[in-house]
């Protein structure tokens, strides 16, 4: 890997080791404060909000900037997020300006490896992005699990810091402090980031457009290049799966805690933990996938996702925590081996086709999108009295359904625009020996 690339991974992994923490820690806020169910299932459609709303605008603004600079703003306002918690504000307000946070800060954060890398690595970088990413969930998961137990506010309280009748004060805010010094080290980590010799792509073409029709430009050009990705016969299918993946996963962080509590009996601390074993299969998987799959191989790996959702389905007859355990690994293991090539090659034909800001934010609008909706309709679910043990099987029902029409679509493709993909393969295949 080249120089900068270790910095990258660096400021990844903190940045996402609180976001992951702060997730679990909201939770807690929530249960704390007697708020509804519903509120703390809406956390997770709440962090997508920005994804969505700033997609067009995000992608644009991270191929104009240099890229490090974009995560270092990004990560203050995460960290600001949280200082609004902090003060008082509502977890879910809070947590929105957390989300535009991390909107900004994921097209720079994957732009960056198209930059910085040569095809031939994608796969590779995607896989250590990926991993150490997964290895930052279960420590941020763990961490904001144990941060919220009781045990560690007593000990922490006992050690009379400085500030600790204010900041330090309740068991919410002892968590809240730790996590904004630990965005302010990833802030930090960004401005050692390496600037590449990529060509800065302007936000808008045109000078004199005025501030309103700048912003209809740059709609415009998103939904162009959100056009590319899914007319592209290749960008279409990994565009599809990674939607589908992200959005179903993004909700099952909120579900898992839920169904441990509903149907295990576990606390919130004891329930992170659980999380953390889903991350531990999905390491596992995205590790193993860049060992095994080349970048002209990715579309190979769909019918793990079929799998992937007939293991959740299972979940509904379990009620043991060991067996329970084994099926999140195997869980986390199928979507870990998926969703890395399928990652890489969406990446790969975004970059060759609009830069790598723009199809990161395609990517992220799609994925956020759906993470949303589906945030939404779990949401309106749990108001009217569904149970978690439903929501879960209902995911597993909604992934194998969803992937089996994800695997016809490419097989239809093949039929009907085989000398199409055997030439973008072959192109694939090119870049890859080029670069080696």
């Not at 270790?6 to 806020?29: C, G, K, P, R």
């Not at 799966?241 to 898992?256: M, P």
């Not at 870990?336 to 992220?364: D, E, F, K, W």
Request: net charge positive.
């Amino acid at each position: 890997m080249k120089p900068g690339f270790s910095t990258i991974m660096s400021a990844q992994f903190f940045s996402s080791l609180a976001d992951n923490a702060l997730f679990v820690v909201a939770v807690e806020a929530l249960r704390r404060s007697a708020a509804p169910q519903w509120e703390s299932a809406a956390l997770v459609p709440m962090f997508a909000l920005f994804y969505v709303l700033l997609a067009p605008f995000v992608g644009a603004f991270a191929d104009a900037q240099p890229k490090g600079r974009v995560m270092f703003f990004s990560n203050a306002i995460k960290a600001a997020g949280c200082v609004m918690m902090l003060a008082g504000c509502h977890p879910l307000l809070a947590y929105v300006v957390v989300g535009l946070g991390a909107a900004a800060y994921s097209p720079a954060k994957y732009g960056i490896l198209t930059e910085l890398l040569p095809p031939s690595l994608l796969v590779k970088a995607n896989g250590w992005i990926e991993g150490l990413t997964i290895a930052s969930i279960i420590l941020g998961v763990v961490l904001g699990g144990v941060l919220v137990s009781d045990a560690v506010f007593d000990w922490v309280h006992a050690l009379r810091l400085v500030g600790h009748t204010g900041f330090f004060s309740t068991p919410i805010q002892a968590p809240l402090a730790c996590i904004i010094a630990i965005y302010a080290l990833a802030a930090l980590i960004n401005c050692f980031i390496p600037r590449t010799t990529a060509t800065r792509q302007p936000m808008w073409h045109g000078s004199n457009l005025g501030f309103v029709g700048s912003l209809r430009a740059m709609t415009q050009d998103f939904a162009k290049s959100n056009r590319q990705l899914w007319n592209d016969r290749l960008g279409q299918i990994s565009l599809a799966t990674t939607t589908l993946f992200w959005g179903a996963s993004g909700n099952l962080r909120y579900i898992v805690l839920a169904w441990s509590g509903a149907v295990l009996g576990l606390t919130t601390s004891q329930a992170s933990a659980l999380l953390g074993v889903v991350a531990v299969g999905t390491a596992v998987g995205a590790v193993l996938a860049t060992l095994r799959v080349k970048l002209q191989r990715a579309t190979s790996v769909l019918p793990l996702g079929a799998l992937m959702g007939l293991a959740a389905i299972g979940l509904h007859w379990v009620d043991q925590l060991p067996v329970a355990m084994t099926v999140f690994i195997v869980v986390g293991f199928l979507g870990g081996y998926m969703v890395v090539p399928m990652n890489a090659l969406l990446q790969h034909r975004g970059h060759t086709l609009m830069g790598a800001g723009r199809s990161i934010a395609v990517q992220n609008f799609n994925e956020q999108a759906c993470i949303l909706l589906l945030g939404l309709l779990y949401v309106l679910a749990t108001k009217f009295g569904m149970g978690a043990q439903a929501a879960l099987t209902a995911f597993g029902v909604l992934v194998l359904g969803v992937t089996l029409l994800i695997m016809a679509w490419h097989r239809r493709n093949i039929r009907t625009h085989g000398r199409t993909l055997a030439r973008l393969l072959k192109l694939i295949r090119q870049d890859h020996h080029r670069q080696d």
